[in-house]
């Protein structure tokens, strides 16, 4: 990497990305691929990807509406009681699949997994610790009695810490860490079986952004905004250049009206934003020295894929974040809409 004016880094992976299907997928997907290499597709459609044939055709689906054709989607499966050993195993071995993804019931959008006790798929994990493919946690205690706020905590002490104890090489990933309690265990474990991507709204926001002014609809997403002693535990864990954490966007659309809804649905839509907010971040931590491993090494190495050829140029010059996207009646309104931000791609 050269000066802070002009930055030149390996093209990223995007280790957590929401495309959706059909409308949304064909107008959301060119801000993923305009800043990323690969990225890591959650499988939680309205119809999830349970098994092989599924993630061949969406992953299809994604191919015929890039137009960057060097973009690669790589594909994840949503775990249930019911997954099948056979197809886990061979979705994986043939690279269908690159990881597995655990929702625990209800925790988040389309995630009846039916699992509320991890007890119930130990023979999965078995498998999945024996093959060396990696789970991908969405990390949250889901109990109604819990307090939203302590939920990630609660799921490390009571359930991340004793399923490590019986499978101890399996390779999990906590996705999106919103807690000073995640950034401290997977410090503390300091293992290459265990990682955590971290998200950029969860680095530049906390909790009192989504009430600033009045209710921020847009800034609601799962796990909830934290505390800024969170956030500033989050912001220190990327500035140290710890190799267990990784860009992870957590980017998921949802239309204007889902969002300003009675029932408004949980997610934020930052692709068109995320690593010039990743970028603002690394500076103002005066840690750039370690922004093409958050972004571009440490995912990969993590999942054991190579690092990306392609390269990327940051140049520090203020860059207008679109206002929305529109798709049909409809629209979807992008993080940080309308907002200037002091760093543009090249």
């Given at each position: 990497m050269s000066s802070f004016k002009k930055i030149k880094i390996i093209k990223p992976d995007d280790c957590h990305v929401h495309l959706r299907d059909e409308k949304i997928l064909k107008k959301v997907l060119r801000y993923t691929e305009r800043f990323y290499q690969r990225a890591i597709i959650m499988p939680n459609?309205?119809?999830p990807i349970i098994d092989c044939k599924k993630a061949i055709a969406y992953k299809s689906r994604i191919m015929d509406l890039s137009k960057n054709t060097k973009f690669e989607p790589l594909?994840?499966?949503?775990?249930?009681?019911?997954?099948?050993?056979?197809?886990?195993?061979?979705g994986f071995f043939n690279k269908i699949f690159i990881g597995a993804k655990l929702y625990p019931n209800q925790s988040t959008t389309n995630s009846k997994t039916n699992i509320n006790n991890l007890s119930e798929i130990f023979h999965i994990l078995e498998l999945m610790q024996k093959i060396k493919m990696p789970l991908l946690i969405h990390g949250e205690e889901n109990h109604f009695n819990i307090d939203i706020y302590d939920r990630e905590a609660q799921f490390i002490d009571k359930t991340l810490v004793p399923l490590r104890k019986i499978f101890p090489e399996l390779k999990i990933i906590l996705e999106h860490i919103t807690t000073k309690e995640a950034v401290s265990y997977i410090k503390e474990a300091n293992s290459s079986y265990l990682a955590g991507t971290i998200t950029p709204h969860h680095l530049m926001l906390n909790r009192n952004n989504m009430f600033f002014g009045g209710i921020q609809p847009h800034l609601y997403c799962l796990p909830i905004l934290k505390r800024k002693i969170h956030q500033n535990s989050l912001k220190k864990a990327i500035s140290d250049g710890n190799k267990n954490f990784f860009l992870g966007s957590d980017s998921a659309p949802h239309l204007y009206t889902n969002k300003i809804n009675p029932l408004g649905c949980a997610g934020i839509f930052n692709a068109p934003s995320s690593l010039l907010c990743y970028v603002t971040i690394f500076e103002e931590m005066k840690a750039l020295k370690y922004l093409e491993s958050f972004c571009s090494k440490n995912g990969a190495n993590f999942y054991n894929i190579p690092i990306n050829k392609e390269s990327i140029t940051l140049i520090k010059k203020p860059s207008k974040i679109l206002e929305k996207i529109n798709i049909g009646k409809n629209f979807i309104s992008p993080f940080l809409s309308g907002e200037i931000l002091h760093w543009s791609i090249l």
């Open positions: 459609l309205d119809k594909m994840t499966c949503y775990l249930t009681k019911d997954t099948s050993l056979n197809e886990l195993k061979n």
